[in-house]
């Protein structure tokens, strides 16, 4: 009887099953990923949207002139946004007369 070597390595077949089972992984986790990026930077821009909105009616019950603020210059003003504050992607701008900011991009909402 012939004693049979001891293989190393993997066989072509063992090879294109991990190939297989790793392809089926990166199709269910890569569109998944690039999801979440999308709602980050959606929940993101609310919450930037809600504090700048927040700002523009304490900057209004605040002013002596009961004006309201152009959203450019607040948002650059050290006095209520020290850090600024942009939008992952587009910029805020008011739309209507009701004094509330929305962003340009319209998958982040209003």
């Not at 986790?29 to 821009?45: D, F, G, L, V, Y």
């Not at 006095?79 to 929305?102: I, L, M, W």
């Amino acid at each position: 009887m012939k004693l049979m070597k001891s293989r190393k390595g993997l066989t072509l077949i063992e090879l294109l099953i991990v190939v297989i089972i790793l392809g089926a992984l990166a199709a269910i986790a890569i569109p998944r990923m690039s999801q979440n990026s999308t709602t980050a930077k959606e929940r993101a821009c609310a919450t930037n949207r809600a504090t700048i909105n927040a700002q523009i009616e304490l900057f209004h019950a605040t002013s002596t002139t009961e004006a309201w603020p152009v959203v450019a210059d607040l948002i650059t003003d050290a006095n209520y946004f020290p850090e600024g504050v942009t939008c992952p992607g587009g910029t805020y701008q008011y739309y209507g007369t009701d004094h509330r900011v929305e962003c340009t991009i319209a998958t982040h909402g209003h």
